[in-house]
Nanobody, 121 residues
Framework: QVTLVESGGGLVQPGGSLRLSCAAS????????MRWYRQAPGKQRELVAA???????NYADSVKGRFTISRDNGKITVYLQMNSLKPEDTAVYYC???????????????WGQGTQVTVSS
């Protein structure tokens, strides 16, 4: 069994910052790509940022220059540093991790439970 636990969401004023964390635990053999998605009310879930096992990153155009994704392979944790937040960043943020289960060696993507980020004055 694999569990992803997210933390760090909350209410912040425009221009502020938040740091999201997503820690994986359980029957994990190897971690591959790690990603952050978000879903605003009435909208489809969208990819915000991704990082490969080797550290290559990519970002949605809407967050480039403001958000930074990083990972700690030893702690099996992915982070999303969000700066210069805007009201349009308001959404539920989900982490998504591709990994091999140590029991079966099957590879699949797992989702976190989501954390609310609200940007408002």
């Amino acid at each position: 069994q694999v569990t992803l636990v997210e933390s760090g969401g909350g209410l912040v004023q425009p221009g502020g910052s938040l740091r999201l964390s997503c820690a994986a635990s359980g029957s994990i053999f190897k971690i591959y790509d790690m990603r952050w998605y978000r879903q605003a009310p009435g909208k489809q879930r969208e990819l915000v940022a991704a990082i490969t096992r080797g550290g290559t990153t990519n970002y949605a155009d809407s967050v480039k220059g403001r958000f930074t994704i990083s990972r700690d392979n030893g702690k099996i944790t992915v982070y999303l540093q969000m700066n210069s937040l805007k009201p349009e960043d308001t959404a539920v943020y989900y982490c998504n991790v591709e990994l091999q289960n140590s029991a079966t060696l099957a590879m699949r993507a797992y989702w976190g439970q989501g954390t609310q980020v609200t940007v408002s004055s």
